[in-house]
């Protein structure tokens, strides 16, 4: 299996509602970063968050690092229909430059 | 507007064709990469280039041919492909020196070979 994989595979919630999605990987990181992708469109980076550190918040998003156990979660608050993508983790390996590993994603679809 | 632009959005060709994607980034950034994307595949990384330098080659084959005249523009030369090379090709672009830097997409190509 691959460095990061994502899961669920895909999630279908209602607006107003959470969303969870987890990531896992392999090997040591130096950080690891959560993009989304809109259908036809390149990637969006979301948040960072670095080796070091366990929590970061960024408006509706809360990512959480857990280096012990190789993984991370990706939480979206009172989602949006707007919210409606593909979400990837990937992790950076950095080998001597910035190396980022992704995962397969998780599709979100966010109903009105 | 992500500061990175790629032409063509998309492109049909034969296998025995031979054409080119373009990809420039207008952040000043020193790093650029080109990325394939197939269907219920992660994205791979392909070529990396530092300071027009390549990096990079994760094992691609020579049918693909990596360009950096600067480092504001990045190309994808593209002959005798196969049918399994069609796929959203996918330019980023990122401040290299700095750790902990997010990378910068453009909207790919999305590549179809007859």
């Known amino acids: 299996s691959q460095q990061g994989e994502e899961d669920p595979q895909a999630l279908s919630i209602q607006e107003g509602e959470n969303a969870t999605m987890n990531c896992s990987y392999k090997t040591s990181i130096n950080n690891l970063q959560w993009y989304r992708q809109n259908s036809g469109r390149g990637l969006v980076h979301l948040i960072l968050i670095r080796s070091n550190e366990r929590e970061k918040h960024s408006g509706r998003l809360r990512v959480t690092l857990d280096t012990s156990k190789k993984s991370s979660s990706l939480l979206i608050t009172a989602s949006r229909a707007a919210d409606t993508a593909s979400y990837f983790c990937a992790t950076d390996l950095y080998a001597g430059f910035q190396k980022l590993v992704f995962g397969t994603g998780t599709r979100l679809l966010v109903s009105p | 507007e992500t500061g990175v632009t790629q032409t063509p959005r998309h492109l049909v060709m034969g296998m025995t064709n031979k054409k080119s994607l373009k990809c420039e980034q207008h952040l000043g950034h020193n790093a650029m990469y080109w990325y394939k994307q197939s269907a219920k595949k992660p994205l791979e990384l392909m070529f990396v280039?530092?300071?027009?330098?390549?990096?990079e080659n994760n094992s691609v084959p020579s049918r693909f041919s990596p360009e950096c005249p600067n480092s504001s523009h990045l190309f994808l030369h593209l002959h005798t492909l196969q049918p399994e090379d069609s796929a959203l090709y996918l330019c980023a672009s990122s401040q290299e020196g700095s750790h902990n830097q997010p990378q910068h997409f453009g909207d790919g190509t999305r590549l179809s070979i007859l």
């Open positions: 280039y530092n300071f027009k330098e390549q990096t």
